[in-house]
């Protein structure tokens, strides 16, 4: 995992990174291990000036790949998409998983687009549960465009100095964030 994470780290300095980016951003909400936020970071810190474009390439590749995770789900969840799941561990929590996540898949695609929680994962379920794929669509822009938007915002405005806080806490920043969200709507439901 370390030679695939520092692979990753290398495309950041190549000349076309922009376009190992959009790779990455594809190839990592489908089976891809390592997030675009490896190259994004890098990329944005090299080149503050560019920090909504590498964005708006992080975000379009990364939904354009959730439509081919949604489509491997959908197609193939036998052949593709349970081995994928398996090997990030995911073989026992897909059964509990489908009965419950149409019920919330929303909420669900909102928070793996965002924090640390595999996106891919979300993405196969998502086709293997028949979620609506306009809503699929929608909630994947809104999260990936909460993410690499923000990130970029952050590098932009702060630099490098931010780079450590990104890395290792912002993807919990943001589950806390939806966690109390959630818990938001929840109590008005209760107390309405």
């Known amino acids: 995992m370390r030679r695939l994470y520092d692979w990753t780290i290398r495309l950041a300095d190549h000349p076309q990174a922009i376009w190992a980016l959009a790779l990455v951003a594809f190839i990592e909400s489908s089976f891809f291990p390592i997030p ?26 990364s939904v ?29 929590a897909m059964e509990s998983f489908a009965q419950a996540f149409n019920e919330v898949g929303i909420i669900t ?27 699929f669509i929608a909630t994947s822009i809104v999260a990936r465009s909460i993410r690499f938007f923000l990130v970029a915002a952050l590098l932009k405005y702060f630099g490098p100095a931010i780079r450590e806080f990104i890395e290792k806490y912002l993807g919990w920043v943001f589950l806390a964030g939806i966690v ?3 818990g938001g709507f929840a109590m008005v439901r209760y107390l309405g």
Not at 64 to 91: H, R, V
Not at 111 to 127: D, E, F, H, L, R
């Open 64 to 92: 354009l790949g959730g439509l081919f995770g949604y489509a491997i789900g959908a197609l193939a969840f036998e052949q593709i998409g349970k081995p994928i799941l398996a090997s990030l561990g995911k073989t026992d």
């Open 109 to 135: 695609v909102l928070t793996a687009g965002v924090t640390p929680i595999p996106y891919k994962v979300i993405t196969i379920m998502s086709g293997a549960t028949a979620m609506s794929l306009p809503i």
């Open 36 to 61: 675009p936020d490896a190259l994004l970071i890098p990329m944005i810190i090299a080149a503050p000036q560019k920090a909504w474009k590498y964005a708006f390439v992080a975000l379009f590749f």
């Open 180 to 182: 109390v969200l959630i």
